[in-house]
């Protein structure tokens, strides 16, 4: 097993950040931070797909995170939910990174065999998320739009609900397990 954190919070101490950055301790993992590794999530026009050319070279930024999704088994992205969705800094990485020619739209798929988790902190409660279709469309958004379509079947999405009501320690217990699935496994 290689895997990667990915984790997008700007406080180091937020439960998103000591859920992720426990894992990577537990594992081995290598963690990708993107606040302290001050990832600008911003596609420049060097990071821009050109559909006629699935062997693009991207900025060297974007090839060296290439090569750390490359390099993982597995792979968890532990993210705050904001406005039912991850951060910008989060999608950002996803815009620039997974891109076209490697994570989609080779000859060879690039990314299949991999195993991937989805864990979203999430302050409001469950029946929210599920009343209004906010867990479906996170779903469909992340396992089958981003994981699926880059040759990872392999994937789910946990939500951790109501952080804002239940103990840190609780919180993280319920990170953890969901993290311990896709890493120990
Ligand atoms: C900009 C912003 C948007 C948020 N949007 C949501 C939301 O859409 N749904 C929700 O349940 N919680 C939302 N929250 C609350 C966060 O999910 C909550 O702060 C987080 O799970 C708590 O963990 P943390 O200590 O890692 O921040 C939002 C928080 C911020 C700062």
Redesign the pocket.
């Known amino acids: 097993m290689s895997a990667l954190v990915v984790t997008g919070?700007p406080?180091t101490?937020?439960?998103?950040?000591?859920?992720a950055r426990a894992a990577a301790d537990r594992y081995g993992a290598d963690l990708l931070d993107l606040y302290a590794e001050k990832f600008d999530p911003a596609l420049t026009e060097a990071d821009e797909p050109d559909w006629h050319d699935p062997g693009k070279s991207y900025s060297a930024e974007v090839h060296a995170h290439m090569e750390r999704i490359e390099a993982a088994t597995e792979i968890a992205v532990v993210f705050?939910?904001?406005?039912?969705?991850p951060?910008a800094i989060v999608k950002g990485w996803i815009d620039r990174v997974w891109n076209h020619g490697f994570a989609y739209g080779a000859d060879r798929p690039r990314l299949a065999g991999k195993r991937m988790l989805w864990l979203?902190?999430?302050?409001?409660?469950e029946g929210?998320?599920t009343a209004n279709g906010?867990h479906t469309a996170m779903d469909r958004q992340l396992r089958i739009g981003v994981s699926r379509f880059c040759g990872i079947p392999d994937a789910a999405l946990h939500l951790?609900?109501?952080?804002?009501h239940r103990s840190?320690d609780d919180?993280l217990a319920e990170a953890a397990a969901a993290l311990d699935g896709l890493l120990a496994g």
């Open positions: 919070h406080r101490g937020s439960l998103t950040g000591r859920a705050p939910v904001w406005w039912f969705s951060p979203g902190l999430a302050g409001g409660p929210y998320f906010f951790v609900y109501d952080t804002e840190g919180v």
